[in-house]
């Protein structure tokens, strides 16, 4: 997760410089779907295993993604499940969207909530590190 947590971060550091505009080169093209596929990655990481992990862990029953989203907002894993429902949302958009108007609002999505998928990074890293290197540790 932190691997590809730092290669978002690389993309989305590119792309905050290119900026969202009415056309791009090939080359910011390319920027952007780079982007667009780590945050997706990311994302796929977060909820499909590592949340399942935690939540497997602390011995959480879950029968949905839903469920693993609101119990991770309780657990103060994530910021806002409300935030990464839209994340996962916009990572179906990435994995099924080819229309070119609709690739640019995915462009604009991407880099508005890559920010929020960075810090939840943050937040399951202190999680982990307080609950599980610690009780190890005792």
């Known amino acids: 997760m932190n691997d590809a947590s730092s290669i978002l971060k690389y993309s989305y550091e ?7 505009k009415r056309e791009y080169t090939l080359k910011e093209l390319d920027a952007f779907e780079n982007l667009s596929s780590r945050f997706a990655r990311l994302n796929d990481i977060i909820l499909q295993k590592t949340l399942k992990t935690i939540h497997s862990i602390d011995l959480d ?4 993604i839903r469920d693993s989203i609101n119990l ?10 409300r ?6 949302e916009l990572r179906n958009s990435i994995v099924h969207e080819y229309i070119p108007d609709v690739i640019k609002s995915i462009f ?4 508005k909530l890559t920010p929020l998928l ?12 307080d609950k ?4 190890k540790d005792l």
């Open 132 to 135: 599980f290197i610690e009780e």
């Open 83 to 88: 935030k990464m429902i839209e994340m996962r």
């Open 72 to 81: 991770a907002e309780k657990k103060n894993l994530i910021k806002s499940a």
């Open 108 to 111: 604009i999505s991407a880099l």
């Open 14 to 20: 590119k792309c905050k410089k290119i900026k969202i």
């Open 118 to 129: 960075l810090k939840d990074v943050e937040l399951i890293n202190s999680y982990c590190t």
């Open 61 to 64: 029953e879950i029968n949905t």
